[in-house]
């Protein structure tokens, strides 16, 4: 079969990292793709779904003039699409409002495909804003039928790729937003490589890269064949271009032997558009696609904490950050992640030792610092502490001391932290973790006090998980030892311990994946072995400290079970 004869389609896989709202400079990564993509020689360029408004959009949706100014840009590419099939996503209106694929053929608009699954849970709110598509079309080009989904409608075993392959399509399309979580990925491949398989036909799955407020969106995307075999896999948290030569393939046999294609309904209404006699094939390919490795679990993790703090500091065009160092591992890990983001030259270390911190505390902040390259300050707090404790010792009289005391000190660190972002236009970054978060092992005003929340949604036994892996694929290690052994302490008052107030580490962060993450009751916790005290106490905490997360700042999304968009508690309730 030569290449004139359709053999092999070239597809261009345009992994970007747009901005929403910046709908001109989401045009130009979207230019820039159909340019490169031409260049390569290819055929058919496919970039993720909103990659014009940005994902997600969430209530600019309900301004007119915005979406007037997508649909009019998205008409101005399509305009410019000569020499491609490209398929980009964007919003529109009609009746409704519809989260769309815009399809683009040699300078026309040929259709518009509209997401049929609105995905309403977890940390997405489509069905807020979108109306469902009502059909699903099947492009006919050349031999190739060409069939489109948008992100959440490939996750449906049933979903329009399914009527699309039933009406004879041998390419499905599936253009996505779809946002990080630990372990997401692979089951993500798994899941789209079964629906290549069921469906008998290629199929190329183009993802968004970077983050949005707290969401983190890890690219990946991939093309398969239609066995479901792996053939193109685009780099984890980086924006990428790349192309995938698909043979044509006959899979009419395998279909007519498949009893699964002789059965049920096809509910979904199929219109079928000839868009002419197809493109002129590129020859065999020389080379394979590249495919890119995935991310083991901590590396994966690590660059997706980096990937969200560079652009939160980036897209919302601040400058340089401000971390207090305590000596510990969440302010060690932190600065770390903030200098890999950044660069060493944008990260500042803020030192506030009082009467109570131990010399080891200041001197492995020191070392921290040194290791990774970033200036550091020291403004001592007992002097302040003192003042403090004298205006208010007349109305403390002669109680002794308390939660009050160690509070005073956090807050006093919180508003030193403040001053010097008022004064220097430093974003101050806080370092709790989830573990604290959790249990409301933080303070309201003190070290919760912050622009941005990096380990938000890290749990305590992953700090230092990800503190391990880092040490061991960076040189010099940016964690000293000392910081990874010693007990985690606030120091707050003398001999003070994380333990003293929590469950132990090892123990609180499994029944916090049991509480939190999943949803399992006390009971179903202790009689999987968990210690009944410990699981009454840390839920209790749980429970008790949702007013106070709703007040931390932002902070960046990568479990599936993130505080705020994903769990949504009532800080007022009663269990009945």
Request: glycine letters at 8%; one cysteine or more; proline letters at 8%.
């Given at each position: 079969m030569s290449?004139?004869d359709?053999?092999?389609?070239?597809?261009?896989?345009?992994?970007?990292?747009?901005?929403?709202?910046d709908?001109a400079?989401?045009a130009?990564?979207?230019r820039?793709g159909m340019?490169?993509?031409?260049?390569?020689?290819?055929?058919v360029?496919v970039?993720?779904e909103?990659?014009?408004?940005?994902?997600?959009?969430?209530?600019?949706?309900f301004?007119?003039?915005?979406i007037?100014?997508?649909?009019r840009?998205a008409?101005?590419?399509?305009?410019?699409?000569q020499?491609?099939l490209a398929?980009?996503g964007?919003?529109?209106?009609?009746?409704?409002?519809?989260?769309?694929?815009?399809?683009?053929?040699?300078?026309?608009?040929?259709?518009?495909?509209a997401?049929?699954?609105?995905?309403?849970?977890?940390?997405?709110?489509?069905a807020?804003?979108?109306?469902r598509?009502?059909?699903?079309?099947v492009?006919e080009?050349?031999?190739w039928?060409?069939g489109i989904s948008i992100?959440?409608?490939?996750?449906?075993?049933?979903?329009?790729?399914?009527?699309?392959a039933?009406?004879?399509?041998?390419l499905?399309?599936n253009?996505?937003?779809s946002p990080?979580?630990r372990g997401?990925?692979?089951?993500r491949?798994?899941m789209?490589a079964?629906?290549?398989?069921d469906?008998?036909?290629h199929?190329?799955?183009?993802?968004l890269v970077?983050?949005?407020d707290?969401?983190v969106?890890d690219?990946?995307?991939?093309?398969?064949?239609?066995?479901?075999?792996?053939l193109?896999?685009?780099?984890?948290f980086a924006?990428?271009f790349l192309?995938?030569d698909?043979?044509?393939a006959?899979?009419r046999?395998?279909?007519?032997?498949?009893p699964?294609?002789?059965?049920?309904?096809?509910?979904?209404?199929?219109?079928c558009?000839p868009?002419?006699?197809?493109?002129?094939a590129?020859?065999?390919?020389?080379?394979?696609?590249?495919?890119?490795?995935a991310?083991?679990?901590?590396?994966?993790?690590?660059?997706?904490l980096v990937s969200?703090?560079?652009?939160?500091i980036?897209k919302?065009r601040f400058?340089d950050?401000v971390?207090?160092?305590?000596?510990g591992?969440?302010?060690a890990?932190?600065?770390?992640?903030?200098?890999?983001?950044l660069?060493?030259?944008?990260?500042?270390g803020v030192l506030?030792?009082?009467a109570i911190?131990?010399e080891?505390?200041?001197?492995?902040?020191i070392e921290?610092?040194r290791?990774?390259?970033?200036?550091w300050?020291?403004?001592?707090?007992?002097?302040?502490?003192?003042?403090f404790?004298?205006?208010?010792g007349?109305?403390?009289?002669?109680?002794?001391?308390?939660l009050?005391e160690?509070?005073l000190?956090a807050?006093?660190?919180?508003?030193l932290?403040?001053?010097l972002s008022?004064?220097?236009g430093?974003?101050?970054l806080?370092?709790?973790?989830?573990s604290e978060m959790?249990?409301?092992?933080s303070?309201?005003?003190?070290?919760?006090a912050?622009?941005?929340?990096?380990?938000?949604d890290v749990?305590?036994?992953d700090v230092?998980?990800?503190a391990?892996w880092?040490?061991?694929?960076?040189?010099?290690?940016?964690?000293?030892?000392?910081i990874?052994?010693k007990?985690?302490?606030?120091?707050?008052?003398?001999?003070?311990?994380d333990e003293?107030?929590l469950?132990p580490y090892?123990?609180?962060?499994?029944?916090?994946q049991?509480y939190v993450?999943?949803?399992?009751?006390p009971?179903?916790?202790?009689?999987?072995g968990l210690?009944a005290?410990?699981v009454e106490?840390?839920?209790?905490?749980?429970d008790r400290?949702e007013y106070k997360?709703r007040?931390a700042p932002?902070?960046?999304k990568?479990?599936?079970r993130?505080?705020g968009?994903?769990r949504?508690?009532?800080i007022t309730?009663?269990?009945?």
């Amino acid at each position: 079969m030569s290449a004139s004869d359709g053999a092999w389609l070239r597809v261009a896989l345009v992994q970007v990292n747009p901005t929403v709202g910046d709908v001109a400079g989401n045009a130009a990564l979207v230019r820039e793709g159909m340019r490169k993509a031409r260049a390569a020689g290819a055929q058919v360029a496919v970039f993720p779904e909103l990659v014009l408004p940005g994902y997600p959009p969430e209530d600019l949706l309900f301004r007119p003039a915005f979406i007037d100014r997508v649909e009019r840009v998205a008409a101005e590419l399509a305009a410019e699409s000569q020499g491609l099939l490209a398929v980009f996503g964007f919003v529109y209106s009609r009746e409704a409002l519809y989260n769309g694929a815009a399809v683009a053929l040699d300078g026309r608009w040929v259709t518009t495909v509209a997401k049929q699954y609105l995905p309403n849970y977890g940390v997405f709110d489509e069905a807020r804003y979108f109306s469902r598509g009502q059909e699903t079309t099947v492009l006919e080009w050349g031999r190739w039928r060409i069939g489109i989904s948008i992100c959440e409608d490939i996750w449906y075993p049933d979903g329009p790729h399914l009527a699309q392959a039933r009406a004879g399509a041998n390419l499905l399309i599936n253009i996505s937003a779809s946002p990080y979580a630990r372990g997401k990925g692979a089951q993500r491949e798994r899941m789209i490589a079964t629906r290549a398989d069921d469906a008998s036909a290629h199929l190329v799955w183009v993802n968004l890269v970077g983050a949005q407020d707290e969401l983190v969106f890890d690219g990946r995307s991939a093309a398969f064949d239609p066995q479901g075999r792996l053939l193109a896999r685009a780099p984890s948290f980086a924006e990428a271009f790349l192309t995938v030569d698909l043979p044509y393939a006959q899979m009419r046999h395998r279909r007519w032997v498949d009893p699964r294609w002789r059965q049920g309904v096809l509910a979904l209404p199929v219109h079928c558009l000839p868009l002419g006699p197809g493109p002129a094939a590129a020859g065999p390919p020389t080379d394979p696609a590249p495919v890119h490795p995935a991310p083991d679990e901590a590396e994966e993790l690590f660059l997706a904490l980096v990937s969200g703090v560079r652009d939160y500091i980036g897209k919302n065009r601040f400058g340089d950050v401000v971390v207090g160092l305590s000596g510990g591992i969440d302010s060690a890990l932190t600065a770390a992640i903030a200098k890999e983001a950044l660069g060493p030259e944008r990260v500042h270390g803020v030192l506030m030792p009082s009467a109570i911190t131990s010399e080891e505390s200041r001197r492995d902040a020191i070392e921290v610092c040194r290791r990774l390259g970033i200036d550091w300050l020291e403004i001592p707090i007992a002097p302040i502490f003192d003042a403090f404790l004298s205006a208010l010792g007349p109305v403390f009289q002669d109680l002794p001391w308390d939660l009050t005391e160690e509070n005073l000190q956090a807050r006093i660190r919180g508003t030193l932290l403040m001053a010097l972002s008022n004064k220097f236009g430093w974003l101050v970054l806080t370092t709790g973790n989830k573990s604290e978060m959790a249990t409301g092992y933080s303070t309201l005003y003190g070290d919760m006090a912050g622009g941005f929340a990096v380990l938000k949604d890290v749990l305590k036994t992953d700090v230092f998980r990800l503190a391990r892996w880092l040490n061991q694929h960076r040189d010099p290690p940016p964690i000293p030892e000392a910081i990874l052994v010693k007990p985690p302490s606030a120091e707050l008052r003398p001999g003070q311990k994380d333990e003293d107030s929590l469950p132990p580490y090892a123990i609180l962060d499994q029944v916090l994946q049991g509480y939190v993450e999943e949803d399992l009751t006390p009971d179903a916790l202790i009689a999987a072995g968990l210690p009944a005290e410990h699981v009454e106490r840390a839920v209790t905490l749980v429970d008790r400290n949702e007013y106070k997360r709703r007040q931390a700042p932002v902070g960046i999304k990568v479990t599936p079970r993130a505080f705020g968009r994903d769990r949504r508690m009532p800080i007022t309730h009663r269990d009945s």
